[in-house]
């Protein structure tokens, strides 16, 4: 695996919103996290190869038809019906997808329907979630019934794109749906909010699967949408965690349908943090000297957001602490990319980073869209090598 040591984290992550203790901790060595690789499953014993092909047998036709109705009727019908949203619990209940474990930002255990609902997602919000699985876009779709968006690693523009479309997505394949009509073009999410008022839009805004292991760098998707929308992160993780799809292609959804099917169940872990507003942060002019000057206040990371929440995550007091100045400016000399972002975009996005990375457990990484693509070419060629 040496010969993949490029695709691991290095420690450059965008330096903007992480701690002075962090940036020195972290900026030389790196946490040496692959995002890109498969995860193995489970250790078991060849016993149970029986029972796990008999229980692959029993739901593949139930899956099939379910799947079948789905696209025969149920999609058909209008958005938000409950027969659009049983069909979807339908196709995570068959593979023994029957735990979840949600919890959200500011809601104590229990307590959802005490006033909790108004921290949850809601039409004419955004979701940006982490992308790992298929399961991401059922689930997604079985409680919210969204609209789901394609992120490019070099637009702020989004391309709306069918359920079917967001499952190929998972394993970077062409929809063949997608053949039998035309795609939907190009639009921002300020103009996608205002044409679906009703509906929930879903963002990944990482632009592609990983292991569930990290964070990648986000695409410029999010700043498209207007200051006053609501974003919400959300972060799904699984249990048992090799259903996840790093790796694109068919055989993988051939692997992915096997190791889904023929396990006894598993959990979903999901987190929803507070939602955020895309404007810029307020500013306040002082004069002095006969002249003003700007100071920006209310620049919270996600884990400043979060530790200030009753009933929130709990985050390390030191990830409250902000560089000065100096070592801001420094910071964005060395690190900054010219990616033709403004730098209050870039903190927008940091702080959508940060908090998917706290209700994830996981860290951000400096690899995106473009090292996986450069991951799976060498990837693709060690497979052929083996052959």
């Given at each position: 695996?040496?010969?993949?040591?490029?695709?691991?984290?290095?420690?450059?992550a965008?330096?903007?919103?992480?701690?002075?203790?962090?940036?020195?901790?972290?900026?030389?060595?790196?946490?040496?996290?692959?995002?890109?690789?498969?995860?193995?499953?489970?250790?078991?014993?060849?016993?149970?190869?029986?029972?796990?092909?008999?229980?692959?047998?029993?739901?593949?036709?139930?899956?099939?038809?379910?799947?079948?109705?789905?696209?025969?009727?149920i999609?058909?019908?209008?958005?938000g019906?409950?027969l659009?949203?049983?069909?979807?619990?339908?196709l995570?209940?068959?593979?023994?997808?029957?735990?979840?474990?949600?919890?959200?930002?500011?809601?104590?255990r229990?307590?959802?329907?005490?006033?909790?609902k108004?921290?949850?997602?809601?039409?004419?919000?955004?979701?940006?979630?982490?992308w790992?699985?298929?399961?991401?876009v059922?689930?997604?779709?079985?409680?919210?019934?969204?609209?789901?968006?394609?992120?490019?690693?070099?637009?702020?523009?989004?391309r709306?794109?069918?359920?079917?479309?967001?499952?190929?997505g998972?394993?970077?394949i062409?929809?063949?749906?997608?053949l039998?009509?035309t795609?939907?073009?190009?639009?921002?999410?300020d103009n996608?909010?205002?044409?679906?008022p009703?509906?929930?839009?879903?963002?990944?805004?990482?632009?592609?699967?990983?292991?569930?292991?990290?964070?990648?760098?986000?695409?410029?998707?999010?700043?498209?949408?207007?200051?006053?929308?609501?974003?919400?992160?959300v972060?799904?993780?699984?249990?048992?965690?090799?259903?996840v799809?790093?790796?694109?292609?068919?055989?993988?959804?051939?692997?992915?349908?096997?190791r889904?099917n023929?396990?006894p169940?598993?959990?979903?872990?999901?987190?929803?943090?507070?939602?955020?507003?895309?404007?810029?942060?307020?500013t306040?002019?002082?004069?002095?000297t006969?002249g003003?000057?700007?100071?920006?206040?209310?620049?919270?990371s996600g884990?400043?957001?979060a530790?200030?929440?009753?009933?929130?995550?709990e985050?390390?007091y030191?990830?409250?602490?902000?560089?000065?100045?100096?070592?801001?400016?420094?910071?964005?000399?060395?690190?900054?990319?010219?990616?033709?972002?403004t730098s209050?975009?870039?903190?927008?996005?940091?702080?959508?980073?940060?908090?998917l990375?706290?209700?994830?457990?996981?860290?951000?990484?400096?690899?995106?869209?473009?090292?996986?693509?450069?991951?799976?070419?060498?990837?693709?060629?060690?497979?052929?090598?083996?052959?």
């Open positions: 695996m040496e010969k993949y040591g490029q695709y691991r984290d290095k420690g450059n965008p330096p903007q919103t992480r701690p002075a203790y962090r940036r020195m901790a972290n900026d030389s060595a790196g946490s040496g996290i692959a995002p890109f690789f498969p995860i193995s499953p489970p250790a078991t014993s060849p016993l149970l190869l029986p029972w796990h092909l008999f229980l692959f047998s029993i739901r593949i036709p139930f899956i099939a038809f379910a799947w079948f109705v789905w696209l025969g009727l999609q058909w019908l209008p958005a019906s409950a659009r949203k049983a069909n979807q619990w339908c995570l209940g068959i593979p023994g997808v029957w735990w979840v474990d949600i919890q959200i930002d500011g809601v104590r229990g307590s959802l329907a005490q006033g909790g108004r921290r949850l997602p809601y039409p004419g919000t955004i979701i940006a979630s982490s790992t699985s298929p399961l991401d059922l689930y997604l779709a079985a409680i919210f019934d969204p609209i789901f968006t394609k992120s490019y690693k070099d637009s702020k523009l989004v709306p794109i069918p359920q079917e479309g967001a499952l190929a998972c394993f970077n062409t929809d063949p749906f997608a039998l009509k795609s939907e073009p190009l639009t921002s999410l996608l909010v205002k044409q679906n009703n509906r929930v839009i879903v963002v990944f805004p990482e632009g592609t699967t990983s292991n569930g292991r990290s964070i990648l760098k986000l695409t410029p998707s999010l700043t498209s949408a207007a200051p006053e929308t609501k974003v919400f992160p972060s799904l993780k699984y249990t048992p965690s090799d259903v799809t790093p790796i694109p292609g068919w055989l993988e959804g051939v692997r992915f349908i096997w889904l023929s396990a169940s598993h959990c979903i872990r999901v987190r929803i943090g507070t939602a955020m507003l895309m404007a810029p942060p307020p306040f002019s002082s004069g002095r006969g003003s000057q700007s100071t920006t206040s209310g620049r919270r884990a400043e957001r530790s200030g929440a009753r009933g929130g995550f985050t390390n030191f990830d409250t602490l902000r560089a000065s100045p100096a070592q801001k400016l420094g910071d964005e000399g060395e690190g900054g990319e010219d990616d033709g972002l209050d975009e870039r903190q927008k996005l940091d702080a959508v980073a940060d908090d990375a706290r209700l994830g457990r996981v860290k951000r990484v400096n690899l995106g869209v473009e090292e996986k693509a450069r991951f799976i070419e060498a990837w693709a060629k060690s497979a052929k090598s083996r052959k």
